[in-house]
């Protein structure tokens, strides 16, 4: 049974700074692609960044370029969001995804399998 089990999400300060992890089980988690993605009341979700496998290749998307690190431990198949410098508008349920494709993608569609997802209020 495969599981993405996200945590670390909450209330904070615009400002500050969050840790969200994303524990994954019944996959092979240190082949796979794994995302972030978000999707904030009312909008369609979003991209935040990824990871190759390796850990060597990362993109994220502008809104959060410079402030966001992605990172994973294959060891423990866990793959951690590093947030700082939070701005309102990242408030969002922030989800943990997982591609078998081999390659940094973009879409939802590049991703089977999620999480159920961490919620992350930011207040001003």
């Known amino acids: 049974q495969v599981q993405l089990v996200e945590s670390g999400g909450g209330l904070v300060q615009a400002g500050g700074s969050l840790r969200l992890s994303c524990v994954a089980s019944?996959?092979?988690?240190?082949?796979?692609?794994m995302g972030w993605f978000r999707q904030a009341p009312g909008k369609e979700r979003e991209f935040v960044t990824a990871?190759?496998?390796?850990?060597?290749?990362?993109s994220y998307a502008d809104s959060v370029k410079g402030r966001f690190t992605i990172s994973r431990d294959n060891a423990k198949n866990t793959l951690y969001l590093q947030m700082s410098s939070l701005k309102p508008e990242d408030t969002a349920v922030y989800y943990c995804a997982a591609s078998s494709t081999g390659i940094i993608g973009r879409k939802r569609n590049d991703y089977a399998y999620w999480g159920q997802g961490t919620p992350v209020t930011v207040s001003p």
């Open positions: 990871i190759t496998w390796s850990g060597s290749s990362t």
């Open positions: 019944g996959l092979p988690f240190s082949r796979l692609v």
